[in-house]
């Protein structure tokens, strides 16, 4: 017999979202997230960007976004080092700004 986990219809996932430089794809990214009724919250962690993202993030508004901001360039596992102690949900994972993962698949 194989036992299979349930996936909860509530909002229950926490999704990491490093940027570095994503002026043009992170609004983007955010409605899409933001978009799957799993999201419970999302944190944005900006390591750091210079060309704009950290304006567009200090604008974003939404009760379920939390954005974090490096005060130098520390790199993508610092990034999500920086998130862990934020987590307010039962599951995470990790989304690329760029939408290189459909976030309509996390599960």
Partial sequence: MTAMATISS???LCVFV???NEI?????CRKA?????????IIVID???????RDVL???KDPRLLTL???KNMGKGSALRSALPHVDAEHFVIQDADLEYDPREYF
């Fill in 10 to 12: 509530t909002p229950n």
């Fill in 33 to 41: 997230v933001l978009g799957n009724d799993l999201v419970k919250q």
């Fill in 47 to 53: 390591d750091f960007s210079t060309d704009g993202t």
């Fill in 69 to 71: 901001f490096h005060d």
């Fill in 18 to 20: 490093p940027v570095f």
């Fill in 58 to 60: 200090g604008e974003l």
């Fill in 24 to 28: 043009n794809s992170v609004e983007q």
